[in-house]
């Protein structure tokens, strides 16, 4: 079992720039993939951005180049360093990663998600 927890989204001007996180918590071997996926209104959720536990890492076409994922293995977090923000990134983000049970089966969870919004 494991929880995501995202914080950090919030209204910001086009341009700017939001810094998200996701803590991980629960009772598992070890986190595989780490990632961000984001859902706006009336369309499909799609990735952002991911990261291995060896830190490869792995962009939208959208978003590279101004967003940078980051994860912190010790704390069990992910962070999501968005710059140069623009209206088309408003959506809910919400953190995503594959679990590694005490069983060695892999589970994928998902966090509640957290809302950026990007005004023009």
């Known amino acids: 079992q494991a929880q995501l927890v995202e914080s950090g989204g919030g209204l910001v001007e086009a341009g700017g720039s939001l810094r998200l996180s996701c803590a991980a918590s629960g009772t598992f071997s070890s986190i595989n993939r780490m990632g961000w996926y984001r859902q706006a209104p009336g369309k499909q959720r799609e990735l952002v951005a991911t990261?291995?536990?060896?830190?490869?890492?792995n962009y939208a076409d959208s978003v590279k180049g101004r967003f940078t994922i980051s994860r912190d293995n010790a704390k069990i977090t992910v962070n999501l360093q968005m710059s140069s923000l623009e209206p088309e990134d408003t959506a809910v983000y919400l953190c995503?990663?594959?679990?590694?049970?005490?069983?060695?089966?892999?589970?994928?969870?998902w966090g509640q998600g957290t809302q950026v919004t990007v005004s023009s």
């Open positions: 995503n990663a594959m679990v590694v049970g005490r069983l060695g089966f892999t589970t994928m969870y």
């Open positions: 990261i291995t536990s060896g830190g490869s890492t």
